[in-house]
């Protein structure tokens, strides 16, 4: 499964530029490294897009189990069928962090315990610190 998948996936726009950073990496190359490691289900946050996809496809790459979660169940669910299009496994949940209910809901949605999370969905407004608006610094 793990052969299809390194054959038919491509790198994100994001981690084809990047290195991972250093703990995922270690993750990312576990079937290099340590062959044995079993394989860690992964819930990522704000994985519907950027750079939560990306690190979405370099571990589901590595033989991990991907729990995508975002906002956004539509965008979540379309990263999980392109990894497990891919090969990799994968499932979809509709995750709001800043709400212990719908933290709550998804983890009783999902199909088995979280090993790893990796807590990447926030936000962030670009523009010049003069213009930037007061009503965005209250998330
Ligand atoms: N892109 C960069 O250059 C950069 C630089 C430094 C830090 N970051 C941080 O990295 C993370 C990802 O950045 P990105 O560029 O991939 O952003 P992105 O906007 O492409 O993706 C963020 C995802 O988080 C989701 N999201 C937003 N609010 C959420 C919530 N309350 N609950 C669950 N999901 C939510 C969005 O739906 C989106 O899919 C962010 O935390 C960002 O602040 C990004």
């Known amino acids: 499964m793990l052969a299809r998948y390194r054959r038919r996936s491509r790198p994100s726009s994001y981690f084809g530029t990047k290195p991972l950073p250093a703990t995922l990496a270690k993750l990312a190359t576990k079937t290099a490294?340590?062959?044995?490691?079993?394989?860690?289900?992964?819930?990522?946050?704000?994985?519907?897009?950027?750079?939560?996809?990306?690190?979405?496809?370099?571990?589901?790459a590595a033989g991990h189990?991907?729990?995508?979660?975002?906002?956004?169940?539509?965008?979540?669910?379309?990263?999980?069928?392109?990894?497990?299009?891919?090969?990799?496994?994968?499932?979809?949940v509709a995750l709001?962090?800043?709400?212990?209910?719908?933290?709550a809901a998804a983890l009783a949605a999902i199909s088995r315990p979280v090993e790893?999370?990796?807590?990447?969905?926030?936000?962030?407004?670009?523009s010049p610190l003069e213009e930037f608006p007061l009503a965005k610094w209250d998330l």
């Not at 990796?118 to 670009?126: D, F, K, R, S, W």
């Open 65 to 92: 189990h991907i729990i995508v979660s975002d906002l956004a169940l539509d965008g979540a669910g379309a990263v999980a069928a392109e990894i497990r299009a891919a090969g990799g496994s994968a499932e979809a």
């Open 33 to 60: 490294t340590a062959p044995d490691t079993p394989m860690r289900s992964i819930l990522i946050t704000g994985a519907a897009s950027g750079i939560g996809a990306g690190i979405g496809h370099a571990l589901a």
């Open 116 to 126: 790893v999370l990796v807590n990447n969905a926030g936000l962030q407004h670009v």
């Open 96 to 103: 709001d962090v800043t709400s212990d209910e719908s933290v």
